[in-house]
């Protein structure tokens, strides 16, 4: 009940394609869900969150889109450039609670 | 002014020796963490702290040792290190539990 599943494990894009990466969780308790970026030789650091109550949030070229009935949650990237090349996570968390469960990562590679 | 520092960020030690790892967070927060990131990227929670008190041990070697001598710093001693014990060390802080972490850049240990 506390995975995170996420796919792929690795993706190659051209620049411009739209990357997707998907998760999906198992504990419908979990109220928060970030994706983490983290380039090489660095810490992760959000990128962005989104909470069960809405289906979808756009932070500039980020989008996660949230199906809270199929317990899943995925990240697009639009218009993707070279400089997006880095692993990314998701994690599913409990607020309030110290249950935050990361996925497995996904390295992206965007081709220039 | 870096949120979350860790230092050193390089170890390179044989096994059988003790080595040491120190964290300051400057952001107010309350709680931090320590995480193990192996070299398939995987993340790995071992310590959860709260105002300085520890609130899991993800079992976690006892050669690890935690200590938090006030909430703004969390230090990670490790004893008779093993080749295992290669990997890379993050500390991590949140306002509250399951909420976004800040992420030190990372301590690489090198077990030889």
């Known amino acids: 009940q506390q995975q995170v599943k996420q796919s792929p494990q690795s993706l190659i894009v051209q620049k411009g394609g739209i990357p997707i990466i998907n998760c999906a969780y198992e504990n419908t308790a979990f109220d928060y869900f970030p994706w983490y970026q983290q380039f090489p030789g660095k810490g992760p650091a959000l990128l962005i969150a989104i909470r069960p109550d809405v289906s979808e949030k756009k932070e500039g070229r980020f989008t996660i889109s949230f199906n809270k009935s199929a317990k899943q949650f995925s990240l697009h990237i639009m218009d993707s450039q070279p400089g997006d090349s880095a692993t990314y996570f998701c994690?599913?968390?409990?607020?309030?609670?110290?249950?935050?469960?990361f996925g497995t990562g996904t390295r992206l590679k965007v081709l220039a | 002014d870096t949120a979350v520092s860790q230092t050193p960020k390089y170890l390179v030690t044989q096994m059988g020796n003790d080595k040491s790892i120190k964290c300051e967070q400057n952001l107010g927060h309350d709680t931090m963490y320590w995480y193990k990131q192996d070299s398939k990227k995987f993340l790995k929670i071992m310590f959860s702290y709260n105002n300085k008190e520890l609130i899991i041990n993800e079992t976690v070697p006892n050669r690890f040792s935690p200590k938090s001598p006030d909430k703004a710093h969390l230090n990670l001693h490790i004893n008779s290190l093993e080749l295992g014990d290669s990997a890379v060390y993050f500390c991590?802080?949140?306002?509250?539990?399951?909420?976004?972490?800040?992420f030190g850049e990372g301590s690489r240990l090198t077990v030889l």
């Open positions: 994690a599913a968390s409990l607020s309030g609670t110290y249950k935050y469960i």
């Open positions: 991590a802080s949140s306002l509250s539990p399951g909420r976004e972490l800040f």
